[in-house]
């Protein structure tokens, strides 16, 4: 870029090397890499990493899972922000969370045959099942493929949900992958934003504007609750249609043309859960991706788009699954991302 006649650039600075060619460009630049936790006085817009790793810590307990593990990078600080803000919501819960690291390019054995056997042993020692939040889809990927290898079964056994929603990854992978979307489109509205401003002559100094995530995209590899047996798939489909309006379990069972005892038990067995207690957890899941969006609806409409008939019945249902009242929820995701 030296010579390049701009005005100002908008750049993914991430070394020494970089930051010396931007200190001689004589023009604003606005960094959107979060690669080191350092600004090195440089402004910066990235997305919420520690938000990011939280909303995939809520998805995967909603599946009803206990166990956890993160799969990322040692010193990079993306990475590290991703796994504290996953591994505090899972802790926060009373789950444990298992965290393996590699450093990026110094794995000791760097085949992909060599990758995978030791990222299949690592998973092999986790209690099944569990849920895995990957630090990029692409080393979601690769945790996909490393429990094929060692014989464990995503999503029955190991849940994994990855991260940038990378369309060509996540719709091609087997199972399809699950991800947490990162907003790009208003990181980069916010640093043009930022760059109008260093124009009017604004000092910015080392600024960082962190821009929540947009939520999850959900796919096949955490649907756990995808199950071969008709009457279950009748009976979550029809569920999960009708969050504004639960039905009643007797409702749903003859939906799916059982008597309400045979769903129960058969619902039991293929879930882990009754179908009441599956609904009430659907709901919840649900209005925690309405408190998540960028343009909140207040608690009390939540609490009716979620089929709640009062709001002392909404905190105390939200409260009971989630061990916090919905405002409390509200405000760790205003902190958390800054708003």
Partial sequence: MVGWNGDAAIAAVRSVEERKVI???????VNISNWEADTHGLPRVSVDNVIAGRFAADHLMAQGLKHF???????VHY???????FSQRAQEAGFPCEVKLDVPGESGDRTLAGELHHLGAWLKTLPIPCGIFAVH??????VMEA???????????VAVIGMDNDAIICEHSVPTLTSVCRNSNQVGWEAAALIHRLLQGEDAG????????????????TDRFHHDDEVIQLAIHFMLSNLREPPKIETVARHSGVSKRTLEMRFKACTGMSPHRFLIDARIEH??????????????????????????????AFQSVSGKSPGAYQNEVRNASGS
Wanted: glycine share 8%; charged share 25%; hydrophobic share 35%.
């Fill in 23 to 29: 200190r001689q460009l004589g023009f604003p630049v």
């Fill in 69 to 75: 593990g993160f799969v990322g990078w040692s010193h």
């Fill in 79 to 85: 990475s590290d922000q991703r796994r504290l803000g």
């Fill in 137 to 142: 889809d692409y080393r979601a990927q690769m």
């Fill in 147 to 157: 429990c094929a290898a060692v014989g464990l079964r995503v999503p029955k056994d």
């Fill in 206 to 221: 080392a600024t960082e504007i962190l821009v929540p995530p947009e939520g999850i995209t959900e796919r096949q590899s």
């Fill in 287 to 316: 209005a925690k991706k309405l408190i998540q969006r960028p343009a909140k609806p207040s608690l009390r409409t939540i609490a009716s788009e979620c089929g709640f008939s009062s709001y002392p019945t909404f905190i105390a």
